[in-house]
């Protein structure tokens, strides 16, 4: 964090072109971690569980020092593990307490029992993930992996690609989860070392602000002792199906309460997300990178450098993976000739040998009259950086696929191009 905040405006010209906008508030230099901690402090969270793990667990530092120096009126519970990690921040929520937690890689992964039943009892607790590969070889970056495998778990998960949206999508997603209309948990995640490490400009609101955008979390079925309920009973086979068509209909409602919550946000602090989905340079792209998380940072720098050279590529970056916007993306994708996905993480054995956002873009076009040639780019796993020079080659392929109608290989490793 720098030694001094800068106050900023609406007006403020100069500071444009550094912070993509002119939003009002106070200019801090922070990690996406730091990023995190800020907002969650500004949340006014009630109980945060920690396990250490490398590279999340700074957020958790932060955290228990704001607590220690009486700016964050916290219960700080330190578990002895992930798995009672999640169960911490289960028994809170359940409670009634706006409640958080966190992992990276194995970490993620370790806790995964916990996690259906957080969302089946529709308790909305917040997880900052900064990723991880899983072992092997464990290395802290950008592999998304850990937190793709919780897919199917009934969590609400994104990426941001700043730290500036980390701090944004903290505050959006506890108002989306904490909806009544959605009471979901939450997964925000972050590229590990390369959002989560390295500082960026972040503009924060005042608290009043905050407070008037994320109002204080009611949950009518929280655990009364004046009022006993059962939590989590097994229960009888022929009662399952309807319990997960309720889940299935809590996520598909979040649609239009991701679409209130982010318009809401953009008027509010003077910014310009889209709910869903982000294009940059597509208005008259003939083929696209499409991609999630902190390479689309690099990314749009070498979709800027190969539109100079007169190539007709833009960049679709989906800010949410659960829920999957399938209808917003059909209508965006399928007006291009050739999409590349870029794909951060790894699902051995899959069709098309390729990794878990493909088969997911593939799904979202099979009903399109229009389908573009897609191919995948296996890059960034192990937690590599993605080079300038390695987003031009996915360019090229793109290129020569949107010219002949088809491409050479599904799936494309980045590194070593002749596999």
């Not at 907002?39 to 700074?58: C, E």
């Not at 679709?316 to 829920?323: A, E, K, L, M, S």
């Not at 296996?378 to 300038?388: C, D, H, K, N, P």
Request: net charge negative.
């Amino acid at each position: 964090m720098a030694n001094e905040d800068v106050k900023v405006g609406r007006q403020a010209e100069e500071d444009k072109g550094a912070l993509g906008d002119s939003r009002p508030g106070t200019i801090k230099f922070l990690t996406g971690l730091g990023a995190a901690a800020h907002a969650l402090r500004m949340a006014d969270i009630d109980v945060a569980s920690s396990y250490p793990i490398r590279p999340y667990t700074g957020v958790m530092m932060m955290l228990s020092m704001m607590a220690a120096r009486g700016e964050l009126d916290l219960e700080f519970v330190h578990g002895e593990g992930e798995h009672g990690q999640l169960g911490i921040a289960h028994g809170a929520s359940s409670a009634g307490a706006r409640a958080m937690t966190g992992s990276s890689g194995v970490g993620v992964v370790y806790a995964m029992e916990v996690y259906s039943p957080i969302s089946g009892g529709r308790c909305p607790v917040q997880m900052v993930i900064a990723d991880r590969t899983l072992d092997p070889p464990g290395d802290f970056g950008s592999e998304h992996t850990d937190a793709l495998s919780t897919r199917d778990q009934g969590w609400m998960l994104g990426w941001a690609h700043t730290p500036q949206e980390v701090f944004d999508n903290t505050l959006m997603y506890y108002r989306i989860g904490e909806d009544p209309r959605v009471y979901l948990p939450q997964m925000n995640c972050q590229d590990g070392y390369f959002i989560s490490h390295i500082p960026q400009r972040v503009v924060v609101p005042t608290q009043e602000e905050v407070n008037s955008f994320l109002p204080p979390l009611e949950f009518p079925d929280a655990l009364d002792p004046l009022n006993p309920l059962g939590h989590g009973p097994q229960i009888f086979p022929g009662q399952g199906h309807v319990l997960e068509a309720t889940r299935v209909n809590a996520m598909m409602g979040t649609f239009p309460v991701i679409d209130e919550v982010v318009n809401d946000f953009n008027k509010r602090f003077g910014t310009s997300y889209d709910p869903f989905v982000e294009q940059y340079k597509c208005s008259d792209a003939e083929y696209v990178i499409f991609i999630s998380g902190g390479h689309a940072f690099t990314g749009k720098f070498a979709v800027d450098h190969m539109r100079e050279k007169g190539m007709k590529i833009g960049l679709v970056r989906t800010r949410w993976v659960r829920p999957w916007p399938t209808d917003y993306l059909a209508d965006i994708l399928s007006k291009f000739k050739a999409i590349g996905v870029v794909e951060t993480n790894n699902s051995f054995g899959a069709a098309r040998q390729c990794g878990i956002l493909t088969l997911e873009v593939a799904t979202t076009l099979y009903q399109c009259d229009n389908k573009p040639v897609l191919t995948a780019f296996m890059a960034g796993l192990g937690g590599e950086v993605i080079r300038l020079d390695e987003f031009y080659y996915m360019g090229d392929v793109l290129k020569d696929a949107a010219a002949k109608g088809s491409t050479e290989r599904t799936a494309y490793w980045i590194g070593f191009h002749n596999v």
